[in-house]
Every structure is written in structure tokens, then in C-alpha cells.
């Protein structure tokens, strides 16, 4: 007769969330060994293969952050206006999947490479708000970290196998347009796992005017409590819960102030030999697989700020290891934690803070400024790398 253990017991408890997250994570999953073949070989195809210098190459880097923020207020605005989360996020997910056919063709092209990447980069703005808004809006408001944290860990999961995925067909005597066209096919299929298993969420946003009698109500009747004008419908404003605000400057700010993963395993290149270069994203992605659950659950017990700018300290001194020729695994491993601690739990912060009928544009507004910000490190780290050596 099988009995369930305390052990087993917990670890239920620790990986439960609603079957709409989960189904989210599957994509995730996919779509990120997709993405983490071509992230693991891009640097040192870029760099070393095609010959961009560093200033060149961190114009494309911020390219990656840069092209996600002219969208992702327009797809955030969208997927509440039209409540078609799902869609957007599909869009978003098919020209990721279709920007590694841009790869394939471009070869040497600087420009062509640089299309491409903007295609894919133009996908991931599209997705990110309406797929976070839709695991915000499936959690409860009590288990925002735990829902993150578990889509950020099958997320991960994907992120861990496609550096392996990259690594073993150019091992196996692949070109590099074997990986760009493997790649191509696992986007496809999240795609697939999206139309088929996600759900959408859909919260019509009130569109009566504060104090108005709704349709077939005595006008002599109290109205009921609304919210403000400007929450009440989907919109391109800024939110206006201070608390929110707060949220977003502090997160801008700090966005200035992170490295891009590319820039750092760059910068680790010389400690591990050239064809291992494909396998760094290994070590952050294991560490972040293992943690970013229990971190998640320790956000939502002991605050999801403190756990936050706590994962910006563990950033600092991974800096400073890094400018001391600290052992790569070092490295590996705070970045991880960074990660753990940043990625899904600023999500978790500020979902709750958003009326249900525009979260999505409001993650927008959030995801929007982070992008802007690491667009203008990137930029600048590349500058001083060229100028400074």
C-alpha cells in the first residue's frame, strides 16, 4: 500500500500551483531551449567568429532590451484592451520562433543579424507581459512568489537544456546553422503547447463613469465603490498606486546598474577553454532551477522587496569577484542567485498591486523600464570595454 511521506507531502505542497501555470511552464520550458541554443553560441559567434567588436556587439546586446521596450507597452495596452492575453503571447512566441530562420539567412550580414535579433527580441516584449499577467491572475494573491517561482524554474529548465542542446550538436560536428534550424522547431512547438493547453483570462474592464447609474438601476440607488478613472479601463498611462511607482523607479535604477549575462560570460571567457563557451549558462541555470522555488516561498513569507534588493547585493559581489579573477563556478553561482531572487519575485511584488483588468499593461509599464535601463548599460559597458580594454 503506497503512503505518502512528510518529505513527499512538502514537496507537493512546495510545487503546487494552478494547472494554468503550469501549462504556461511547459511553454516556457520549450521556448527556452529554443532561446538558450542561440543565446549559449551568439557572444562568441558575434565575437569571434563574424568579428564584432565589443562596442558593436553591445549595440546589438542592447538591441535585446531596447527593441522589447518599444513594444511592450503597446502589447501590454493590447492584451487588456482586446482581453486576449493568450493571443499576444502566441504572436509574441511565433516570431521568436520564426527570428532563427532570420539567423539562418542572415551569415556574416551585421545588419541582417542585427534584423534578427530584433525580431526575436520584438516576440519576447509581446509575450512577457501577458504571460506573467496570466500566472499573476491565476495565483492567489498569497502565493504570487510560489506560482513565480515555479514558472521561473521549469523556465529554467529549458534554460539549462539548451546550452546542452547547442553544445552537443556542435560537438557532433554540426554547423552553426544546424543549431539556428533545430531552434526554429522547438519555438514552433511552444507555440503549439500555448494554443493548445493555456487558457486565457479575461476581466472586462468596467467602463462606466464613477457615480453613473449602471443600465436599468434607479438613479436614487448608492453607487458602488469604483475604482479611479484612470485604473478603470486599459490604457498607456503609467499606474498610479504610489506603491507601484516606488516599485518601478527603484527597479529602473538598478537596471542600470546590471550587466547583461552575455557581457559576463564574455568576460569569463579567458578561464574556459573556447569550446566550452557554449556550456556557462549551465551554471547559472542549474542554480536557478534549484532555488528559484524555495526563494520564491521565502518572498512571499518574509517580503518580496527585501528578497529583491537582496538579490541585487548578491549582484555587487559577483562584480567584485569577477574584477578579482574569481573561479568561474563563483561567478555561476551568484548569478544564479540573482536571478532567484529578482526575476520572478519583482513580478510577484507588483502583480498584486494592478486592478485584474489591466495587469498586463501595468507588468508592461514595469518590464518596459527595465529594459530601457539594461539597454543603457549594455551600450555603455561596451563603449568602455572598446576605449578602456
Known sequence: MYVATPQLNRLRLLLAVPGNVAALGAVSLVTDISSEMITAILPYYLVLVVGLSPLAYGLVDGLYFGVTALVRLGAGYAADRWQRRKLVAGIGYGLSALSRLGLLAAGASVPALGAAVAVDRAGKGLRTAPRDALISLSAEPGRQGQAFGVHRAMDTIGAFLGPLAAFGLLALGGAYDLVFVASFALGLLGVVLLVLYVRDHRTPAPLTLVGAAPSGVAPSMPSMPS?????????????????????????CLLGLLTLSDAFIYLLLQDRVAPEFFPLLPLGTALVYLLTAVPVGRLADRYGRMPVFLAGHGLLLALYGLLAWQAHALVILVLLGLFYAATDGVLMAAAGPLLPDATRTSGLAWLQTGQAVARMLSSILFGALWTVLG
Open 227 to 251: 475604482m479611479p478613472v484612470g485604473e478603470r479601463r486599459p490604457g498607456l498611462r503609467l499606474p498610479a498606486d504610489p506603491r507601484f511607482r516606488r516599485i518601478l523607479l527603484l527597479a
